[in-house]
């Protein structure tokens, strides 16, 4: 409970420090007499609340950015695995996908308006863009970093190929395949917010540019706080779906700086009398043959 009061009393005093330093029109550096207070910005969410429009948009947004991270996630995977296991598919596919790859997703909304019959399938394909490359290089990565000996095993007891890739490369590599998806939603949001600004006609990103186009500095930032809110929730959907996924693995628990765990009632009981009562044997050199074994 301390961790989450801490979390809300952060959140409020940026919240208290944008409407100090907007109320009263501070102009240092940075000019805050431009930007509109907190009170200002409130107002605008609950009239945008109250209409039809920012559903309609928050619907359409969350649609495009469903659709295109779920084909992302299915062959970002698939593709991930295939180039880590096959040769052969390294050398077809690993060319033609490390020169896309560092390509800007949005620099490819030009190829998407040409490419496809409408605006929704174009901003679908530069989201699916955009969370691809994260998925693939993470599952890429993650299948080549697992330990031959747990193939090896599973051969030596009859395992075929899907054996081992149900049994032994997917559960293994899926810490890795998360935290790719992870980083995919993340940038997914990003540019299905630009392509919406670019050539879209409905979602936040559409509707927060045409604030902008209309000088409606608080719708502006409506937008904004509704593309973070979106943003966080899904982000955190993948990592509870990720931790549900791998729950099987070790989690190492937080302990505070300066604060000593309580030694369990096993390692603070005295020691056994017969244990105690055997006597110590006096140090020296090892012999020969026990600092062999000892290495063994």
Same mark, same amino acid.
């Given at each position: 409970?301390? *961790?989450? /009061?801490? &979390?809300?009393?952060?959140? %409020?005093?940026?919240?208290?420090?944008?409407?100090?330093?907007?109320? #009263?029109?501070?102009?240092?550096?940075?000019?805050?007499?431009?930007?509109?207070?907190? $009170?200002?910005?409130?107002?605008?969410?609950?009239?945008?609340?109250?209409?039809?429009?920012?559903?309609?948009?928050?619907?359409?947004?969350?649609?495009?950015?469903?659709?295109?991270?779920?084909?992302? $996630?299915?062959?970002?995977?698939?593709?991930?695995?295939?180039?880590? &296991?096959?040769?052969? +598919?390294?050398?077809?596919?690993?060319?033609?996908?490390?020169?896309? *790859?560092? =390509?800007?997703? =949005?620099?490819?909304?030009?190829? $998407?308006? #040409?490419?496809?019959?409408?605006?929704?399938? %174009?901003?679908?394909? =530069?989201?699916?863009?955009? $969370?691809?490359?994260?998925?693939?290089?993470?599952?890429?990565?993650?299948?080549?970093?697992?330990?031959?000996?747990?193939?090896?095993?599973? *051969?030596?007891?009859?395992?075929?190929?899907?054996?081992?890739?149900?049994?032994?490369? @997917?559960?293994?590599?899926?810490?890795?395949?998360?935290?790719? @998806?992870?980083? %995919?939603?993340?940038?997914?949001?990003?540019?299905?917010?630009?392509?919406?600004?670019?050539?879209?006609?409905?979602?936040? %990103?559409?509707?927060?540019?045409?604030?902008?186009?209309?000088?409606?500095?608080?719708?502006?930032?409506?937008?904004?706080?509704? =593309?973070?809110?979106?943003?966080? +929730?899904?982000?955190?959907?993948?990592? #509870? #779906?990720?931790?549900? @996924?791998?729950?099987? @693995?070790?989690?190492?628990?937080?302990?505070?700086?300066? &604060?000593?765990?309580?030694?369990?009632?096993?390692? +603070?009981?005295? /020691?056994? /009398? /017969?244990?105690?009562?055997?006597?110590?044997?006096?140090?020296?050199?090892?012999?020969?043959?026990?600092?062999?074994?000892?290495?063994?």
């Amino acid at each position: 409970m301390t *961790r989450y /009061a801490l &979390r809300v009393a952060s959140v %409020g005093a940026a919240l208290g420090l944008w409407q100090l330093l907007t109320s #009263l029109n501070i102009d240092l550096w940075l000019r805050f007499s431009q930007f509109p207070t907190v $009170a200002d910005v409130a107002r605008a969410f609950g009239d945008r609340l109250a209409g039809d429009d920012y559903w309609t948009d928050l619907t359409d947004s969350l649609t495009r950015i469903v659709t295109g991270f779920l084909l992302a $996630a299915v062959l970002g995977v698939a593709t991930g695995v295939l180039v880590a &296991r096959s040769r052969l +598919a390294e050398d077809l596919l690993g060319p033609i996908l490390e020169v896309v *790859r560092p =390509i800007p997703a =949005i620099a490819l909304v030009p190829v $998407a308006i #040409l490419l496809f019959p409408s605006n929704e399938q %174009g901003i679908v394909f =530069i989201t699916f863009t955009a $969370a691809f490359f994260p998925v693939l290089v993470s599952t890429r990565h993650a299948v080549r970093a697992l330990p031959p000996g747990w193939e090896e095993a599973v *051969r030596t007891m009859g395992g075929g190929r899907w054996r081992i890739l149900g049994s032994v490369v @997917l559960p293994g590599a899926l810490p890795g395949i998360f935290g790719g @998806l992870s980083v %995919g939603i993340g940038v997914s949001w990003i540019c299905v917010i630009s392509a919406e600004m670019i050539s879209g006609q409905y979602g936040v %990103g559409y509707r927060t540019w045409q604030d902008y186009t209309v000088v409606d500095y608080p719708g502006v930032f409506v937008g904004m706080v509704t =593309i973070g809110v979106l943003g966080w +929730a899904t982000s955190t959907a993948v990592e #509870l #779906l990720g931790r549900r @996924l791998t729950r099987w @693995l070790p989690r190492t628990s937080y302990v505070p700086t300066g &604060r000593t765990r309580p030694k369990s009632p096993r390692s +603070a009981a005295p /020691a056994p /009398a /017969a244990l105690s009562a055997v006597p110590a044997v006096p140090a020296g050199p090892e012999p020969e043959e026990a600092r062999d074994e000892h290495l063994v």
